[in-house]
């Protein structure tokens, strides 16, 4: 059974950092993309980053674009999201999820992040940023 654990939220003023973990079990992160959403109240689930090992691809949607870093530990079965200059609009639950590896890719791309071939999902983090 695939089980994915997100960490490291919390309460942050704007312009300050936070970094998330996921961590797996069941599962072979080298071996599959792992993406990042967010939630925010009221809005639909939206794609932030994902990293495929596999394809030596990382991909993030424009909103945090030189803010936000994925990496990602193969002893550690581990991805991480580094965020900073974190703004208001930041706030969400952040979660992780696991789909194969050619979906985060060049071609895997081109339609975007796509939310749908994600699963596995963890039970989310929550990022609060205030100003």
């Known amino acids: 059974e695939v089980q994915l654990m997100e960490s490291g939220g919390g309460l942050v003023q704007a312009g300050g950092s936070l970094r998330l973990s996921c961590v797996a079990s069941?599962?072979?992160?080298?071996?599959?993309?792992i993406g990042w959403f967010r939630q925010a109240p009221g809005k639909e689930r939206e794609a932030v980053s994902c990293i495929s090992s596999s394809y030596d691809s990382t991909y993030y949607t424009d909103s945090v674009k030189g803010r936000f870093t994925i990496s990602s530990s193969s002893a550690r079965n581990t991805v991480y999201l580094q965020m900073n200059s974190l703004k208001r609009e930041d706030t969400a639950t952040y979660y992780c999820?696991?789909?194969?590896?050619?979906?985060?890719?060049?071609?895997?791309?081109?339609?975007?992040?796509?939310?749908?071939?994600?699963?596995?999902w963890g039970q989310g983090t929550q990022v609060t940023v205030s100003s």
């Open positions: 069941g599962v072979t992160f080298d071996e599959h993309s």
């Open positions: 999820a696991v789909a194969g590896p050619y979906y985060c890719s060049g071609y895997g791309l081109l339609s975007g992040l796509r939310v749908d071939v994600f699963d596995s």
